[in-house]
């Protein structure tokens, strides 16, 4: 958010205490400190609603039915009365419209309702319509005394952020609406433009100062959706500005290692590939291989599905710091992961005479010093392991190339702190993810990057087919488990909880272990989860990768884990309680041999409309890109896979799940100005130049918007 050029004009009015505000003071303005973090007239402003209702219309009692989610009625409160004890008191009373009569209901602050409320006055009430016992009723209404000012309605009532505490010194929306008001009746002449004349004509945006009013106070359903439009691109615009202006700076200013010899390479293609590369592999070598000869510093993000193969993919470019006497380092988020890239490269790495090394949390003592040493006098080429790796003592003689798995486990000053282990010239970053992530999250989360993505599985892959049953079904998929355990098949069943909550009717995973165990008195099991000891898990993991067990108890604790090429069932009990993101991590520990696999989802008969869409694009698709635009339509960009920790998605208007089409002009707009004005030295992009200039002034406010 930035205000009037001018820093005095600024510091005396949006940095003015939110006390100074006409019907704020002391007392309301220390709840809004502690509560809210609203300090300032600034901090105010940008506390934006995050829905709107609609108050144009009112209804009659007479014509109420269940669908609506809201109704506001006009009409006269005829009595009060107070119905039972202790918990249970409730405050009732009868309000009339002429048309028809309704119980409103209170069951917390009654003693100031009933100071405060006037038999036989006229009130707007509103809220959510119930047929109770034959008769409307309401529960906590909203209500209010009727005006001169209030009867006509017409207007969107802004529902803002709020606490329990404000709520019960009677700070609701209605008394933030009333502040809003008072702050921007006084605030227009201080507002300045912060989009060039060329966006706001082109998409045909409203003002700044208009955008503001309109959002808080509209007047319509086309004022606030003018509103939300303007405030949605410039937020977007300015995220997508940084980042690009971010990319295009490490394209220009960072130097990376140029590796032009291809020796290692070439040998291991000729020699030692175990199978033919898919399409989408060799073009994304291609595309790392160019990076690696610009240079400038790599930054890419690789993307695929699990089971794509990202692995060898990371290894061949390995090999091109290898070929030019640089090192090479992989960070994976648990030691497990770390385990399985090591022992996956090392087989590899053996047959090129690569020395590789893994360092993690448990390696011992006289190890690390062995690799500590190699490291510094570059005899050890590669190194796998876990965030060990950034520890200070480990040090590099040439690090040409740092390889991070499952990225998004990891801080962004974690990952600085891995790339600053070359003082000489910063080394060549390649971030991996087995999370796909759909389109406008990759552009905001990292549009800072090139993105790469294997959309294609390894040639003789079948892909995994998905059905949904019932509670009632368990005893043929049990039929169904024997006859592939018969067939020398390996098998998952995951559960959601360790042990037996109250709260939840949910198959926890001692109770299954029990009830498989029964089912399958002669079959050997493994049992895995998360509050068992690092060797302990171990142990029961080496069991099942070696075959000696053939089914696998334990919870998400495999969702990323390692890879056994046998197992070729997973079973997913109370499907209905995991992520859609997480049901197709789970269900890629299988389907990574050449047998047929199958994932069978198991869930109540009571299923939410969500669930029942997530269990329906888990049985129709495999494709994880699809799933994940599925996802985020569900449960919206916050929750996907750690983004919170980005900063990137802590958007205050824009909603990436639905603001696509907005995001696309307004990336396409940041990278035409870039494009034709990098340092935005013409006139009509100074609008541009003097937001960012104030954004840097205020941390937490570019925090904010980007």
């Not at 009060?80 to 009373?93: D, N, P, S, Y």
């Not at 048309?99 to 009430?125: C, D, H």
């Not at 910063?426 to 992530?437: D, F, K, R, S, Y």
């Not at 005893?475 to 020398?488: M, R, T, Y």
Request: neutral net charge; charged residues 25%; hydrophobic residues 40%.
């Amino acid at each position: 958010m930035t205000f009037d050029t001018n820093p005095s004009v600024r510091t005396r009015f949006f940095d003015t205490k939110i006390e100074f505000l006409r019907g704020v003071g002391p007392q309301k303005a220390a709840l809004l400190n502690q509560e809210l973090s609203i300090f300032t007239f600034g901090d105010l402003i940008q506390h934006y609603p995050f829905r709107h209702e609609d108050r144009t219309v009112f209804h009659q009692i007479s014509s109420l039915n269940e669908q609506m989610p809201a109704a506001q009625i006009k009409g006269r409160l005829r009595e009060m009365t107070t119905v039972g004890e202790g918990g249970k008191k409730r405050l009732v009373a009868y309000f009339s419209d002429g048309t028809g009569i309704m119980e409103l209901v209170w069951f917390q602050s009654i003693n100031w309702y009933e100071k405060s409320l006037r038999p036989n006055a006229e009130y707007i009430v509103y809220g959510k319509p119930v047929l109770f016992g034959g008769r409307w009723n309401i529960t906590h209404p909203d209500i209010e005394m009727l005006t001169q000012e209030n009867e006509r309605g017409g207007f969107w009532q802004p529902i803002y952020p709020l606490t329990e505490k404000l709520r019960r010194k009677f700070v609701d929306s209605r008394a933030i609406s009333k502040m809003m008001r008072s702050l921007l009746e006084i605030s227009r002449a201080h507002i300045r433009e912060t989009l060039p004349e060329t966006l706001t004509q082109k998409y045909r945006l409203i003002s700044k100062a208009d955008a503001l009013w309109h959002f808080h106070l509209p007047d319509s359903q086309k004022s606030l959706h003018q509103a939300q439009r303007r405030l949605k691109f410039e937020e977007l615009f300015y995220n997508q500005f940084r980042l690009i202006k971010n990319k295009l700076l490490h394209k220009t200013e960072y130097p990376g290692l140029v590796f032009s010899k291809t020796h290692l390479v070439k040998e291991f293609y000729e020699h030692f590939l175990p199978f033919q590369l898919t399409n989408a592999q060799i073009r994304v070598l291609h595309e790392i291989r160019e990076d690696l000869n610009t240079g400038k510093q790599m930054n890419r993000l690789l993307q695929g599905d699990v089971g794509s193969g990202k692995t060898i993919v990371a290894f061949i470019s390995m090999l091109f710091a290898l070929d030019n006497e640089a090192q090479a380092c992989l960070m994976a988020p648990t030691e497990i992961l770390a385990d399985q890239h090591y022992q996956g490269l090392k087989k590899f790495a053996d047959l090129l005479g690569v020395n590789i090394g893994k360092l993690t949390g448990s390696t011992k003592k006289k190890e690390r010093e062995i690799i500590h040493k190699q490291l510094l006098d570059g005899t050890m080429q590669i190194i796998v392991g876990t965030h060990a790796l950034i520890e200070d003592i480990v040090q590099f003689r040439n690090l040409g190339l740092c390889i991070i798995d499952e990225q998004h486990r990891f801080g962004v000053a974690q990952r600085a702190k891995l790339w600053a282990k070359n003082s000489r010239i910063n080394p060549h970053m390649l971030v991996m993810t087995a999370t796909p992530i759909p389109r406008t999250l990759a552009m905001t989360l990292y549009g800072d990057l090139d993105i790469s993505a294997i959309n294609e599985l390894p040639a003789g892959r079948k892909p995994i087919k998905t059905v949904h049953r019932y509670d009632a079904h368990r005893l043929s998929v049990f039929g169904f488990l024997k006859e592939e355990i018969a067939k020398g098949r390996q098998v998952y069943m995951v559960y959601p909880l360790i042990e037996e909550s109250e709260k939840m009717d949910l198959k926890d995973l001692m109770d299954g272990y029990e009830s498989v165990s029964r089912a399958f008195p002669d079959v050997p099991l493994s049992i895995l989860h998360g509050k068992m000891k690092a060797q302990d898990k171990d142990f029961e993991m080496g069991r099942f990768v070696r075959n000696e067990t053939k089914i696998m108890v334990a919870t998400t604790v495999i969702e990323v884990g390692v890879n056994v090429p046998n197992a070729s069932v997973m079973v997913i009990e109370n499907a209905e309680r995991f992520g859609l993101s997480q049901l197709h991590q789970l269900r890629g520990r299988v389907g990574r041999g050449a047998e047929q696999s199958y994932c069978i989802l198991i869930t109540d008969y009571k299923i939410s409309k969500d669930t029942k869409l997530r269990i329906e694009t888990m049985c129709r698709t495999n494709d994880g890109f699809e799933i994940a635009e599925v996802d985020l339509q569900l449960r919206g960009p916050g929750d996907i896979s750690g983004t919170q920790q980005s900063g990137l998605v802590d958007l205050l208007v824009a909603n990436l799940a639905q603001d696509g089409e907005i995001l696309k002009a307004a990336r396409q707009s940041a990278e035409e100005i870039l494009e034709k004005d990098p340092d935005l030295l013409e006139a009509v992009n100074q609008p541009i130049r003097l937001h960012l200039a104030n954004l840097r002034k205020e941390e937490t406010n570019w925090s904010r918007i980007s």
